[in-house]
């Protein structure tokens, strides 16, 4: 019987698979025909942690040995909080590049020989926070438009090479993550407006996961070095 849906025969690792948008997405890579291995720093079939390189080979190499090979790279992990740029500590600025952004760069590095092999591809949540500055997050709106560029770098180094880099910026998500991120005494609220949607609602995981599927599968053939903004609407 031939493989059944976008992405069946498939091979996909999630990491941040225990989050709100991990967990989304590996569900909604399965329902579409992948084989999933989700990767967290806890509560995941698979440990991982992104700030350490033999972890991402490990992770790598655990998931070829138990499915045979690797066609998709979903890096979700990630961190962030709101915090006065005076009273950010060096040790949260450098936390927050390693998860966010050398992160997803070791994951791909460990990952981009077996997703040459494939003809693969790589989905990176990046932020429209690394489009658009939002106050108060200067450390994770580097981070972000760091995972744009990035992205965009693998894009045109392996494109020849059959693999295709794209990223996703959503906008407020409805995960356990906007919980760590507590509005600074006396912020100017006004300055939120700059990200907001107009649609006036939180997106749902299960819409950014929708939008990785699409990325991740043959109708997106053509598509590469893109960063996908689901945000209702904000930056228009
Ligand atoms: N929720 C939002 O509003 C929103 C908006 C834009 C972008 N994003 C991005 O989407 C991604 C997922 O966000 P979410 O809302 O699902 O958050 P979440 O907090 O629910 O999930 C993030 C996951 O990453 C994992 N993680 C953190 N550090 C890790 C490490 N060192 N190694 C491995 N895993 C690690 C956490 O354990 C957690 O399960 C993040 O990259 C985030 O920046 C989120």
């Given at each position: 019987?031939?493989?059944?849906?976008?992405?069946?025969?498939?091979?996909?690792?999630?990491?941040?698979?225990?989050?709100?948008?991990?967990?989304?997405?590996?569900?909604?890579?399965?329902?579409?025909?992948?084989?999933?291995?989700?990767?967290?720093?806890?509560?995941?079939?698979?440990?991982?942690?992104?700030t350490?390189?033999?972890?991402?080979?490990?992770?790598?190499?655990?998931?070829?040995?138990?499915?045979?090979?690797?066609?998709?790279?979903?890096?979700?992990?990630g961190i962030g909080s709101f915090k006065r740029t005076t009273d950010v500590t060096l040790e949260e600025w450098n936390r927050t590049l390693a998860v966010n952004l050398t992160g997803?760069?070791?994951?791909?590095?460990?990952?981009?020989?077996?997703?040459?092999?494939?003809?693969?591809?790589?989905?990176?949540?990046?932020?429209?926070a690394?489009?658009?500055?939002?106050?108060y997050n200067a450390p994770y709106c580097v981070s972000k438009?760091?995972?744009?560029?990035?992205?965009?770098?693998?894009?045109?180094?392996?494109?020849?090479?059959?693999?295709?880099?794209?990223?996703?910026?959503?906008?407020?998500?409805?995960?356990?993550?906007?919980?760590g991120f507590e509005?600074p005494?006396?912020?100017?609220?006004?300055?939120?407006?700059?990200?907001?949607?107009?649609?006036?609602?939180?997106?749902?995981?299960?819409?950014?996961?929708?939008?990785?599927?699409?990325?991740?599968?043959?109708?997106?053939?053509?598509?590469?070095?893109?960063?996908?903004?689901?945000?209702?609407?904000?930056?228009?």
């Amino acid at each position: 019987m031939p493989p059944m849906g976008r992405l069946g025969g498939r091979v996909a690792l999630v990491t941040g698979a225990a989050g709100g948008i991990g967990q989304a997405t590996a569900r909604a890579f399965a329902s579409d025909g992948a084989t999933v291995t989700g990767a967290d720093l806890r509560d995941a079939a698979l440990t991982l942690d992104v700030t350490d390189q033999d972890s991402c080979r490990a992770a790598v190499a655990a998931t070829v040995e138990a499915h045979g090979h690797l066609d998709v790279l979903v890096n979700v992990a990630g961190i962030g909080s709101f915090k006065r740029t005076t009273d950010v500590t060096l040790e949260e600025w450098n936390r927050t590049l390693a998860v966010n952004l050398t992160g997803t760069f070791s994951m791909c590095q460990a990952a981009l020989p077996e997703l040459i092999d494939r003809k693969g591809a790589i989905v990176n949540l990046a932020s429209v926070a690394g489009l658009r500055a939002t106050p108060y997050n200067a450390p994770y709106c580097v981070s972000k438009a760091g995972v744009v560029m990035l992205t965009k770098a693998l894009a045109v180094e392996y494109g020849a090479q059959g693999v295709r880099v794209n990223c996703i910026c959503p906008t407020s998500v409805d995960t356990p993550f906007l919980e760590g991120f507590e509005i600074p005494d006396d912020a100017d609220l006004q300055l939120f407006a700059r990200t907001g949607s107009i649609i006036g609602r939180k997106i749902t995981p299960g819409e950014v996961a929708a939008a990785a599927v699409y990325l991740a599968s043959d109708d997106a053939a053509m598509i590469t070095g893109t960063a996908l903004v689901i945000d209702g609407g904000a930056l228009a």
